[in-house]
């Protein structure tokens, strides 16, 4: 065979292998290996010399604030749409203004000003404090306060509970002694979590793949749009240091970690609690209590056999979750929490009459305990359908879910598609019901509420989905939710946008910066937006120029419209 012939056949493969290790990504994790807490100094200037693109102004330019004022975003003091204890002030022309406190800025008190900058903590992470400064740098050890650019190795001796630190060059280890592990022997023998680890309050601060966990108050959280502290109801069990919590309904505790200039998650090197065994700390905050499901247990009643929970219904529950917690990722978005999306559904399809697995295909949303609202581009006549209620995880079987077949399928009389854009892009799933019942009412499947009023210009509503992400472009296991802006339909109608292809029985949504965006794979989920306490459907996802690219928002069908064919479909359940 020709040399060339050759090499090029093998640098073929062996890109074809680096591929399929990006591809399964986490799944490829080792487990029981051998654990060595090591104080890796070339490791660590490597991180750190990959710093933050922060730039040393603090222009809006950059922060989105311009975009709000483009898109005539107005509203209303009460309730106070202001964070961090913002004071809201109502101006003339129907607009507010948040006066912030130091350290934060923006429209609304979310963002903090930079007091963290390049390389003002130099080998560490840098933390935000209420007090001037208002910031603090927690140095990676050998490094010593204040800049954490200073090193001494071993004195004094950062090691716990009689480890012995062990010099090795500019790098150190603890030998721990029987019973104790982690970086610095601070993991004592009954530091471990019951059920969840929603109670878990010990010092493990290492992800299962040995990366060390950030600061929960660390700037580098803030800077990428995350704020633990105002994302859930109550601290959780989250303060000034980096140690594993679940404060939002996971499987087990987890924590912020950060790869480069990019921030990730991931479960936590923490041992399950044994029968005999219980946590070294008690919890030490007080939670509020959970709002009581309406099923009697966490497991979603068989709907073959139950009898005491009721069918899903439109009445007063419609649009109200009862989320555990907040955690990314539909395009810029977070990871979703139990409860928070109870009426996102799964539109899962194979080839019809063979043995094929289902595999997702789109999203879809829950308006009658029998009935189902998606896409209608998502429909294929030649496919089986099933409908997947209640989950979270597209790559396991979950207690909570429901599931069932699809019994009809109504797409609208006027749907088309052209190259440009999709319209009147709705279709209603009827789903088969099972001794006469269809979905039953849990925490975790509810039914949305259907829209009897518009929304203005620069509603923050909310989408979820499975689709395409940053870092998955075939969608990602994990339910993801963000937040997005209504923009005006002259915006979206203008020639930098969509321009003339768009019709009143679709809308924009996202920012025209781009980065936040539904994509792939979401399409006939939900838009939802919020009125006093209750999420009304407002649009489902349709169709989009790319992902989270600039100027080329979402656009969603607009369902307002569309509630008089809804009703005569379904035999007039909504009249």
Same mark, same amino acid.
Request: aromatic fraction near 8%.
């Given at each position: 065979?020709?040399?060339?012939?050759?090499?090029?056949?093998?640098?073929?493969?062996?890109?074809?292998?680096?591929?399929?290790?990006?591809?399964?990504?986490?799944?490829?994790?080792?487990?029981?290996?051998?654990?060595?807490?090591?104080?890796?100094?070339?490791?660590?200037?490597?991180?750190?010399?990959?710093?933050?693109?922060?730039?040393?102004?603090?222009?809006?330019?950059?922060?989105?604030?311009?975009?709000?004022?483009?898109?005539?975003?107005?509203?209303?003091?009460?309730?106070?749409?202001?964070?961090?204890?913002?004071?809201?002030?109502?101006?003339?022309?129907?607009?507010?203004?948040?006066?912030?406190?130091?350290?934060?800025?923006?429209?609304?008190?979310?963002?903090?000003?930079?007091?963290?900058?390049?390389?003002?903590?130099?080998?560490?992470?840098?933390?935000?404090?209420?007090?001037?400064?208002?910031?603090?740098?927690?140095?990676?050890?050998?490094?010593?306060?204040?800049?954490?650019?200073?090193?001494?190795?071993?004195?004094?001796?950062?090691?716990?509970?009689?480890?012995?630190?062990?010099?090795? $060059?500019?790098?150190?280890?603890?030998?721990?002694?029987?019973?104790?592990?982690?970086?610095?022997?601070?993991?004592?023998?009954?530091?471990?979590?019951? +059920?969840?680890?929603?109670?878990?309050?010990?010092?493990?601060?290492?992800?299962?793949?040995?990366?060390?966990?950030?600061?929960?108050?660390?700037?580098?959280?803030?800077?990428?749009?995350?704020?633990?502290?105002?994302?859930?109801?109550?601290?959780? $069990?989250?303060?000034?240091?980096?140690?594993?919590?679940?404060?939002?309904?996971?499987?087990?505790?987890?924590?912020?970690?950060?790869?480069?200039?990019?921030?990730?998650?991931?479960?936590?090197?923490?041992?399950?609690?044994?029968?005999?065994?219980?946590?070294?700390?008690?919890? /030490?905050?007080?939670?509020?209590?959970?709002?009581?499901?309406?099923?009697?247990?966490?497991?979603?009643?068989?709907?073959? /056999?139950?009898?005491?929970?009721?069918?899903?219904?439109?009445?007063?529950?419609?649009?109200?979750?009862?989320?555990?917690?907040?955690?990314?990722?539909?395009? +810029?978005?977070?990871?979703?929490?139990? $409860?928070?999306?109870?009426?996102?559904?799964?539109?899962?399809?194979?080839?019809?009459?063979?043995?094929?697995?289902?595999?997702?295909?789109?999203?879809?949303?829950?308006?009658?305990?029998?009935?189902?609202?998606?896409?209608?581009?998502?429909?294929?006549?030649?496919?089986?359908?099933?409908?997947?209620?209640?989950?979270?995880?597209?790559?396991?079987?979950?207690?909570?879910?429901?599931?069932?077949?699809?019994?009809?399928?109504?797409?609208?009389?006027?749907?088309?598609?052209?190259?440009?854009?999709?319209?009147?892009?709705?279709?209603?799933?009827?789903?088969?019901?099972?001794?006469?019942?269809?979905?039953?009412?849990?925490?975790?499947?509810?039914?949305?509420?259907?829209?009897?009023?518009?929304?203005?210009? +620069?509603?923050?509503?909310?989408?979820? +989905?499975?689709?395409?992400?940053?870092?998955?472009?075939?969608?990602?296991?994990?339910?993801?939710?963000?937040?997005?802006?209504?923009?005006?339909?002259?915006?979206?109608?203008?020639?930098?946008?969509?321009?003339?292809?768009?019709?009143?029985?679709?809308?924009?949504?996202?920012?025209?910066?781009?980065?936040?965006?539904?994509?792939?794979?979401?399409?006939?989920?939900?838009?939802?937006?919020?009125?006093?306490?209750?999420?009304?459907?407002?649009?489902?996802?349709?169709? $989009?120029?790319?992902?989270?690219?600039?100027?080329?928002?979402?656009?969603?069908?607009?369902?307002?419209?569309?509630?008089?064919?809804?009703?005569?479909?379904?035999?007039?359940?909504?009249?």
């Amino acid at each position: 065979m020709d040399t060339r012939l050759l090499l090029l056949l093998l640098s073929l493969l062996a890109f074809i292998a680096q591929a399929e290790l990006k591809k399964h990504g986490k799944h490829d994790k080792r487990r029981g290996r051998e654990k060595k807490h090591r104080g890796r100094f070339e490791d660590w200037a490597r991180e750190f010399d990959q710093s933050d693109d922060q730039s040393e102004d603090d222009d809006d330019e950059h922060d989105g604030g311009w975009l709000l004022e483009l898109q005539e975003v107005r509203g209303s003091c009460d309730p106070n749409p202001c964070l961090n204890n913002g004071v809201c002030e109502e101006r003339r022309n129907g607009k507010i203004k948040c006066d912030c406190p130091k350290p934060f800025k923006g429209r609304r008190c979310e963002k903090a000003k930079k007091v963290c900058r390049r390389n003002t903590c130099r080998y560490g992470t840098c933390v935000l404090t209420s007090t001037p400064p208002f910031y603090e740098c927690k140095c990676k050890e050998p490094f010593k306060p204040p800049r954490c650019e200073s090193d001494s190795i071993c004195d004094p001796d950062p090691c716990q509970n009689g480890g012995k630190c062990v010099k090795d $060059g500019r790098n150190f280890e603890c030998v721990c002694p029987a019973n104790y592990d982690g970086q610095f022997c601070q993991v004592g023998p009954e530091d471990c979590y019951e +059920g969840d680890g929603e109670s878990y309050r010990g010092k493990v601060s290492e992800t299962e793949d040995g990366d060390e966990c950030l600061y929960w108050n660390s700037y580098f959280l803030l800077q990428r749009g995350v704020d633990p502290f105002t994302a859930f109801d109550d601290d959780d $069990g989250l303060g000034p240091h980096n140690y594993c919590r679940n404060p939002d309904g996971d499987v087990m505790p987890w924590c912020f970690i950060r790869r480069g200039r990019k921030l990730r998650w991931d479960h936590c090197d923490v041992r399950e609690c044994s029968d005999n065994m219980t946590t070294a700390e008690p919890p /030490t905050t007080t939670r509020s209590p959970e709002p009581e499901p309406v099923a009697t247990t966490t497991k979603a009643p068989d709907v073959t /056999t139950a009898t005491t929970p009721a069918p899903v219904s439109r009445n007063a529950t419609c649009g109200k979750p009862q989320p555990r917690r907040m955690l990314q990722r539909i395009y +810029g978005g977070m990871k979703a929490i139990p $409860g928070a999306n109870p009426w996102q559904a799964s539109l899962q399809v194979k080839l019809s009459g063979s043995n094929q697995d289902f595999r997702h295909t789109c999203g879809a949303v829950l308006i009658h305990s029998c009935w189902v609202l998606t896409a209608a581009h998502c429909i294929n006549k030649n496919q089986d359908m099933q409908v997947v209620l209640g989950g979270l995880d597209l790559g396991k079987k979950e207690d909570f879910e429901q599931t069932f077949a699809v019994e009809q399928a109504i797409v609208h009389e006027k749907y088309r598609e052209t190259s440009a854009a999709v319209y009147n892009d709705i279709a209603l799933l009827k789903l088969k019901a099972r001794n006469g019942r269809c979905a039953v009412e849990t925490q975790y499947v509810k039914t949305v509420c259907l829209p009897n009023a518009t929304f203005p210009d +620069g509603t923050e509503c909310s989408i979820a +989905g499975w689709g395409a992400t940053e870092d998955s472009d075939y969608g990602s296991s994990q339910l993801m939710d963000a937040d997005v802006l209504l923009i005006s339909q002259d915006k979206c109608s203008d020639a930098s946008v969509y321009g003339r292809i768009v019709d009143d029985n679709m809308f924009c949504a996202g920012y025209l910066q781009g980065g936040i965006d539904s994509c792939q794979g979401d399409s006939g989920g939900p838009l939802t937006c919020e009125r006093g306490g209750t999420h009304f459907l407002y649009g489902l996802v349709s169709w $989009g120029d790319s992902c989270g690219k600039a100027n080329k928002p979402g656009v969603y069908t607009n369902v307002l419209n569309f509630m008089d064919w809804i009703t005569s479909k379904t035999g007039g359940i909504f009249s």
